[in-house]
């Protein structure tokens, strides 16, 4: 059973940055899918990011709003995923959430929050205008 722990969430101005680190624990492998969602009050989650993992060539797959601001990447082994976020805005306050255990045949699902089996407890990110 795979378990994901998110870490670095915090308080920055606009234009700032932060670096949200994702640990994944269990039967887990670089060669696994890992991503990204954000969540605000009210509104459903939202995918971020993700990297398909070393099965299908590391792929990775963003957002529009943060393709060029935010970059994900993972250690070599492949069990720790990290999320720079760059040129922070307020519309990026959200709690963000790792994922893990993708369940899609396709990585054309990836931005559907049901595709994915592991979530994180969520880390709070906070852009102050």
């Known amino acids: 059973q795979v378990q994901v722990v998110e870490s670095g969430g915090g308080s920055v101005q606009a234009g700032g940055s932060l670096r949200l680190s994702c640990a994944a624990s269990?039967?887990?492998?670089?060669?696994?899918?890992m991503g990204w969602f954000r969540q605000v009050p009210g509104k459903e989650k939202e995918f971020v990011a993700a990297t398909t993992g070393a099965t299908t060539g590391d792929r990775i797959f963003y957002i529009d709003s943060v393709r060029t601001r935010f970059i994900i990447s993972r250690d070599n082994a492949g069990s720790t995923v990290y999320l720079q976020m760059n040129s922070l805005k307020p519309e990026d306050t959200a709690v963000y959430y790792c994922v893990a255990g993708y369940r899609g045949a396709r990585v054309g699902k990836m931005s559907d929050p049901s595709e994915w089996h592991t979530w994180g407890q969520g880390t709070q990110g906070t852009v102050s205008s």
């Open positions: 269990g039967h887990t492998t670089g060669r696994s899918a």
